[in-house]
């Protein structure tokens, strides 16, 4: 939590700039980005903190997201077709105050990349969740897409936690902007037990 804390010190005089990283780009970092711009944008806040994400490596540079994380993202009203993987840069480390890893890999690739004077803007995202204990996201691609909505629930919870370690009185927009968002995913798995249930009382 050092990266953390020194960001906390450097946010309270200037914007905030945050880099997400995952190994490809397609899955976890992209979620992330896309959450957290959302609850910046609810919090009204997009004039002050930068959202942007990267992989540690090479594999997909300029591809969509994984689909399977886009349907799970676009099921709860987050949209990340518009977003195209990279790899991260040697300037990210100077552009960005805090560089947050899905995993423990991605952020010893990271350590590895990063010169001396940047090493303390690197961090975990998931030390910043509110309700999960987790230290880490798993990486979702080689399981199934219930894996992708669980990637979705840890994403959420820790960026609703970084945001409102950086700005305390977003709390409760960031809040109510996530009860909602979790709701719209869960409508489509209401719907069919409630269309089984009309149907029966019909017959």
């Not at 190994?23 to 002050?48: F, H, K, Y």
């Not at 998931?126 to 080689?142: G, S, T």
């Amino acid at each position: 939590m050092k990266a953390a804390r020194e960001f906390r010190q450097h946010g309270r005089m200037k914007s905030h700039r945050i880099l997400f990283a995952c190994t490809g780009n397609i899955c976890r970092s992209p979620t992330a980005e896309a959450v957290m711009r959302t609850l910046v944008r609810t919090a009204g806040l997009q004039d002050r903190i930068e959202v942007d994400s990267a992989g540690t490596h090479d594999y997909y540079c300029g591809a969509l997201p994984d689909p399977r994380a886009q349907r799970a993202a676009r099921r709860r009203g987050y949209e990340l077709a518009e977003l195209r993987a990279r790899q991260i840069r040697s300037r990210d480390f100077e552009h960005f105050d805090l560089i947050l890893a899905m995993d423990f890999s991605n952020l010893a690739h990271l350590q590895a990349l990063c010169p001396a004077q940047h090493q303390a803007k690197l961090g975990l995202l998931m030390p910043y969740a509110v309700r999960r204990r987790a230290m880490i996201v798993h990486d979702p691609y080689c399981r199934s897409d219930k894996e992708f909505e669980l990637v979705l629930d840890y994403i959420e919870d820790a960026c609703e936690g970084l945001l409102c370690s950086l700005e305390p009185a977003a709390g409760d927009a960031v809040g109510e902007a996530l009860q909602e968002m979790r709701m719209r995913g869960r409508m489509p798995a209401l719907r069919a037990p409630l269309r089984r249930m009309v149907d029966s009382l019909i017959r």
